[in-house]
C-alpha cells in the first residue's frame, strides 16, 4: 500500500476569524513527520457545516484513487456551534449512537457535582455520540469522544476534539497505534538530537547549508524550535548516510547535543539507582515537575526547595546572609550555596539549584531580565555552577531555565557512563 494523502484540518470560527491560534495542526504534523509519515496539506475551516461537508465531498472524492488520511479537530463540543459529528453523518448517510463508556464517565461526573442523569442536557450528551460501525477513540481527559470512520479504501477521516490537551493525549495513546497498524511509513529510518541554546537559523546555515551537498543527498530534515533546545530530525532511507550526518553533528557541536534529555535522564537515574533532589527559585518549582512527570520517578526523585524569598534560601537551604547582601540572590555564590544546602538536607547524589531573574521586573544593567544561576552538586561532591542569559518572556525564561537543567544533569550523567 502507497503512503497515505494526509490532510490536517482545524475547525472553528475563532481560528479563522483570527481570535484563536490553531496550535494543533503544527503539532500533529510533527508528530507525523518523526513517525515516517508527511502531511500534505493544512485546512482551516470556521463552523459552517456546509463548508466543512464540502471539503470532507472533495476528501472522500480523492479517497477514490489513492488512500487518503484526514485528521479535522475542533466541533465535538456541547454548544451549537459544534457541527462535526452532524456533518460526518451526512457525509456518509449514517446515524449515530452514544458510547456507554463516556455516557457513565459523563454521568459521574454530575453525580460529583450533586446532580442527576436526567439533568444532563441533550447538547452536553451529544459529545458521547459517535457514528454508527466507525472506531473510537476513547477520551481519558474530557468527555468528546473521538472517532475513525472509513471514506474510501483504506482512507479514513480522523475526528478529535479541538482542546489540546485531549487532542493530544487521544492522539498519542489512541491514534497512532492504529495509524502504525493501517500504514506503511516509507521504510524510512530517522535520527533525532538535540542542540542546545542555538537559534534554529544559525543551525540551518551553519549546519544544514553548509553541508547539503555532501550530507543530505536523499535525507528529509527538520527542526522544531524548544524552549532551551532545537529538536534536529533526519530521515532517509540510507541508514549510513544518517550516521554520517549525526557524527558530523557531534563533531561540530559536542558541547551542545544531546539526545532526548527527559528520557536519558530518567532511565540512567533509575538504572543506576541514584537519587536526586532540587532547590528552585525564579523557576517556581517548575524543575521539580519536569524530573516527576515520568511514571516511576519516586524512585529517584527525593524532594525539593520552593526557596522564592531571600528568607527561605537562609532558613530552608542555610545560604549565609552576607553571601546574599555581597553577592545578591542572584550569582553564582548563591547558587553554589542553595547545592550544598540541598545536598546538606537530603543527601542526594545529584542535587540542582536554580536562582534567577524571570522578570518582567527585577532586571539591572548588570543582570538583566533573563539572567540565570544553576548549580549542580554532582555525585563525587563537586559543585559545578553555570550563568545563563535566557530571551523571552517570564514564561520562556522559566522554562529555558528548568529545561536546561536537565541537560546539564545528562551532561553529567553521559559523561559517567563514558
Same mark, same amino acid.
Given at each position: ?28 504534523? #510533527? ?196 524552549r532551551g533546545y532545537i529538536k534536529c530530525i533526519f530521515q532517509s532511507t540510507e541508514s549510513q548516510q544518517l550516521d554520517k550526518i549525526i557524527q558530523r553533528l557531534e563533531k561540530e557541536y559536542p558541547k551542545i547535543i544531546s539526545d532526548d534529555v527527559f528520557v536519558y535522564d530518567h532511565e540512567i537515574l533509575l538504572a543506576e539507582k541514584l537519587t536526586i533532589a532540587v532547590g528552585e527559585s525564579c523557576t517556581g518549582g517548575l524543575l521539580g515537575k519536569k524530573l516527576t512527570d ?87 561532591? #563537586? ?9 523571552? #518572556? ?5 522554562? #529555558? ?18
Open positions: 500500500m502507497e503512503a497515505p494523502y494526509i490532510v490536517i484540518i482545524a475547525t472553528g470560527s475563532e481560528i479563522t476569524a483570527g481570535r484563536s491560534l490553531d496550535t494543533n495542526s503544527g503539532w500533529m504534523a #510533527n508528530q507525523l513527520f518523526e513517525l515516517g509519515w508527511k502531511v500534505k496539506k493544512f485546512i482551516g475551516l470556521p463552523d459552517d457545516p456546509d463548508l466543512i461537508l464540502s471539503e470532507l465531498n472533495t476528501l472522500k472524492q480523492l479517497a477514490e484513487t489513492r488512500p487518503v488520511l484526514a485528521l479535522m479537530t475542533g466541533g465535538l463540543g456541547p454548544t451549537e456551534d459544534d457541527y462535526t459529528l452532524e456533518t460526518v453523518l451526512k457525509l456518509n448517510g449514517k446515524k449515530s449512537y452514544s458510547v456507554e463508556k463516556a455516557k457513565i464517565r459523563l454521568q459521574r461526573i454530575y453525580e460529583s457535582r450533586g446532580k442527576q442523569y436526567s439533568d444532563i442536557l441533550p447538547t452536553v450528551l451529544r459529545q458521547t455520540h459517535v457514528p454508527e460501525d466507525c472506531k473510537t477513540l476513547d477520551n481519558a481527559v474530557g468527555i468528546a469522544v473521538g472517532f475513525v470512520e472509513p471514506i474510501g479504501v483504506n482512507s479514513y477521516l480522523v475526528c478529535m476534539p479541538g482542546v489540546p490537551s485531549e487532542m493530544k493525549e487521544m492522539f498519542t495513546r489512541r491514534l497512532v497505534p492504529e495509524l502504525k497498524r493501517i500504514y506503511p511509513r516509507e521504510n524510512l529510518v530517522q535520527k533525532t538530537k538535540w542542540l542546545w541554546n542555538i537559534g534554529e537559523s544559525l543551525y540551518q546555515k551553519d549546519f544544514v547549508e553548509a553541508n547539503r551537498e555532501e550530507l543530505f543527498h536523499n535525507v528529509e530534515w527538520g527542526v522544531t524550535a524548544n515520568s511514571p516511576g520517578s519516586s524512585s529517584y526523585f527525593v524532594g525539593g526547595f520552593l526557596t522564592y524569598s531571600n528568607e527561605m534560601k537562609v532558613s530552608l537551604l542555610g545560604v549565609p546572609n552576607d553571601v546574599l547582601e555581597k553577592f545578591g540572590a542572584v550569582s553564582r555564590e548563591t547558587a553554589e550555596a542553595m547545592a550544598k544546602g540541598i545536598f546538606e538536607k537530603t543527601k542526594a547524589d545529584y542535587c540542582i539549584s536554580i536562582t534567577g531573574i524571570a522578570g518582567p521586573e527585577g532586571g539591572s544593567e548588570f543582570k538583566p531580565v533573563g539572567t540565570v544561576w544553576i548549580g549542580l552538586k554532582t555525585p563525587d561532591g #563537586n559543585i559545578q555552577t553555570h550563568s545563563y542569559i535566557f530571551p523571552g #518572556n517570564r514564561e520562556g525564561i522559566r522554562e #529555558n531555565a528548568s529545561n536546561t537543567a536537565l541537560f546539564l544533569l545528562y551532561q553529567s550523567l553521559k559523561q559517567r557512563n563514558l
